[in-house]
Every structure is written in structure tokens, then in C-alpha cells.
């Protein structure tokens, strides 16, 4: 099967850097996809990595490493509207979209 | 273009209860994912549909059920409700299954009293 860990709840400035960690286990691994979800809203793509290292979309960045199991989301100059749950994602042998627990990500002023 | 669509948007239903959940894809997507999410938790796989056919399923029990149609759209059925199915229910969509991006639904949010 496949399982991805990260963590529950990240509290932040405005302004200030975020790196939220994913590590994950499964077989045939495609990519690993990065969704955020404001409350009450549908999860909404934000990037997807299939190969190793960074990549990089405004203020947000992914960044993979095959051989670790592992990426992240790193948000930069985080902004009020940054507050939402991110989830990080595997596609893998099967097709299956594995979501993890998801990130609270909390912006205070 | 029209994005995911689900339907209802809410239901209420009691316990021991069928209920049905419709999805429509974006147009041109063949595939249909389907979430179970419990208020404030994470998203857990439910079902997988691609051209017609059940491609994968979740650790679910098999009361969740569903198919998907000539036209793409789907329905996830749950049968013999019990109080914990009370979810939100969020169905996505891409263009092909192993596409990277996939789109969602602003789900149905079952309640089972």
C-alpha cells in the first residue's frame, strides 16, 4: 500500500518562509503532487514533481528526491490567504491518488 | 469551461439509510476519483473509475459502492448508513489516470443522523 506523513500543523507570520515535509512509502512511484484546501473549499492543484529537485511557481516551490522518499512545499513571503490545509499526493503503480493527512498552515499578522 | 460538478450539495440521511452521490467530470476527462474526508482529517481514497471500469479501490467496506457511466459521470452509492459515514464526499477528475493534475468537485457533504 501506500502511506505519506507530514505534518499536522505549521503556525507562521506574515511575510515569513513555510517548508512543509512529505515523506512517503509505496510502490511504483509516478510523482508527487502538492493541493491546497482553504476551509469549507475543494482541494485545488498546486504543483506536481516527477523528478528530482525544485520547482518553482511564484511564491510557492516543490521539491522532490526519489531516493529519500521524500519532498516539500516551501511558501515564501506567506500572505493571509496562505492560511489553508496543504496536502501533499502520490500517484503510483495502479493509478491511485494517495492523499496525506494533510498541513493546517496558520498565518497570523 | 464547466468544472467538476457534484451533486447534492448536501444530504441528510438516517442511519441505516442507501444514499447516492453524483459526479459529472470536466469535459474530455475519462477519469473519476472518489474521497471520503471527516471534518478537519485528510482525504482518504475511496474508489478509482477510468473508461467505465472500477480501476482501484480504498480500504472501504464494500457497502460503498458505485460505477461509472458511458459518459463519464459517476455515482458512489452507500448502503446500510452508519453514523460515521457522515463526510464530506469530494469527487475528481483528470484526463487520463496517471494525469498529474487532478480537479475536484466542491463535494457533498453527507450527514448521517
Known amino acids: 500500500g501506500q502511506s505519506l506523513e507530514q505534518p499536522s500543523e505549521v503556525t507562521a507570520v506574515e511575510g515569513a518562509i513555510v517548508q512543509i515535509n512529505c515523506t512517503y512509502q509505496t510502490s511504483g512511484f509516478y510523482g508527487l503532487s502538492w493541493y491546497q484546501q482553504h476551509d469549507g473549499g475543494a482541494p485545488t492543484f498546486l504543483s506536481y514533481n516527477a523528478l528530482d529537485g525544485l520547482e518553482e511557481t511564484g511564491r510557492f516551490s516543490s521539491f522532490l528526491s526519489r531516493s529519500d522518499s521524500y519532498g516539500y512545499l516551501l511558501l515564501q513571503e506567506l500572505q493571509m490567504k496562505d492560511s489553508a490545509s496543504y496536502f501533499c499526493?502520490?500517484?503510483?503503480?495502479?493509478?491511485?491518488?494517495?492523499f496525506g493527512g494533510g498541513t493546517r498552515v496558520l498565518v497570523k499578522p | 469551461e464547466a468544472g467538476v460538478t457534484q451533486s447534492p450539495t448536501h444530504l441528510i440521511k438516517t442511519r441505516g439509510q442507501q444514499a447516492t452521490l453524483r459526479c459529472s467530470p470536466i469535459?474530455?476527462?475519462?477519469?473519476v476519483y472518489w474521497y471520503q474526508q471527516a471534518l478537519g482529517l485528510g482525504l482518504q481514497f475511496l474508489l478509482w473509475y477510468d473508461e467505465g471500469e472500477e480501476r482501484n479501490r480504498g480500504n472501504f467496506p464494500p457497502r460503498f459502492s458505485g460505477r461509472q457511466f458511458p459518459n463519464y459521470s459517476s455515482e458512489l452509492n452507500v448502503n446500510a448508513l452508519e453514523l460515521e459515514d457522515s463526510a464530506l464526499y469530494l469527487c475528481a477528475s483528470n484526463r487520463q489516470g496517471g494525469d498529474t493534475e487532478a480537479f475536484f468537485g466542491q463535494g457533498t457533504r453527507l450527514t448521517v443522523v
Open positions: 469535459s474530455g476527462h475519462t477519469s
Open positions: 499526493a502520490v500517484m503510483a503503480a495502479g493509478n491511485k491518488l494517495t
